[in-house]
């Protein structure tokens, strides 16, 4: 037997059955169903649907470029009668609720353009910063890309440069603690972090490794990082 979603009361109904419904502050019991909607809900929801299709039907064989024109029409013979009756001032009020709509349309337009705009060339800085300093620093052709999607996630524009940014949003430093970590800098770090990522490296950490001398392969993680930072500082 199907279960109804909303009961009156629970007499009659079996306790294991009455433990999956709750008491609401209309006295009636409701079913505990997660995504279970009302049938109340529904048929608003139904007859709210109804109802647009209706008024959409009324406007489908409106040509929208004639309704501007009309209303331009329109507009224009309500404001000659303004003027034949002295009413300067309504004129005078719809022009400029006129200009101030054109004007909030076209500054929502821009806006909205010049955001665009704005990543597209964000995004284009720090790529060409980031694919110049992969390819001096040796990083493998096929992790080219891998290495942009992770400085997409740390470098932000800041007043035309690409400044690298912690998870809240604070600025990251280079090695002198008052500039910001250079694009070359941070490719650089990754040779601790993701060394799998650059040419000459295994991948596995044994056998070409770039951490110096022979030896290099036997060095805990710990003496890996200490011997790239060695090299980034120039020891």
């Known amino acids: 037997m ?11 109904v079996a306790e294991a059955i009455a433990a999956l419904y709750t008491k609401g502050v209309d006295g009636k019991y409701y079913l505990e169903v997660e995504g279970l ?8 929801f139904r007859d709210t649907n109804v109802k647009l299709m209706k008024d959409m039907e009324k406007f489908k064989d ?8 009309l209303a331009e029409t329109a507009r224009k013979i309500q404001e000659k009668e303004w003027i034949e009756k002295g009413e300067i001032d309504k004129v005078v009020e719809q022009r400029v609720a006129l200009m101030r709509e054109d004007f909030t349309q076209k500054e929502v337009t821009y806006k909205t353009s010049n955001e665009a705009m ?8 720090i ?14 052709a096929s992790a080219v890309d891998d290495v942009l999607l992770r400085a997409k996630a740390v470098y932000r524009v800041k007043d035309g440069v690409a400044t690298p940014v912690d998870s809240k949003g604070q ?9 910001p970590m250079s694009v070359t800098d ?18 596995g950490g044994a056998g070409g490794s770039n951490t110096g001398g022979t030896g290099g392969a036997n060095l805990t993680s710990v003496q890996k990082i200490a011997a790239g930072l060695a090299k980034l500082n120039g020891g």
Do not use: C, M
Request: glycine share 10%.
């Open 37 to 44: 909607v009302p049938k109340s809900k529904l048929d608003e």
């Open 127 to 140: 790529d060409n910063q980031v694919r110049d300093a992969a390819t001096k620093l040796g990083v493998r």
């Open 186 to 203: 941070w490719v650089g770090s990754l040779k601790q972090t993701a060394e799998h990522l650059f040419q000459g490296s295994s991948g």
């Open 62 to 69: 409106i040509d929208p470029v004639k309704y501007r024109e």
């Open 118 to 125: 704005s990543r597209q060339l964000e995004s284009l800085l």
């Open 2 to 12: 199907a279960l109804k979603s909303v009961l009156e009361n629970l007499d009659g």
């Open 171 to 179: 600025v990251i430093y280079g090695k002198d603690g008052t500039n």
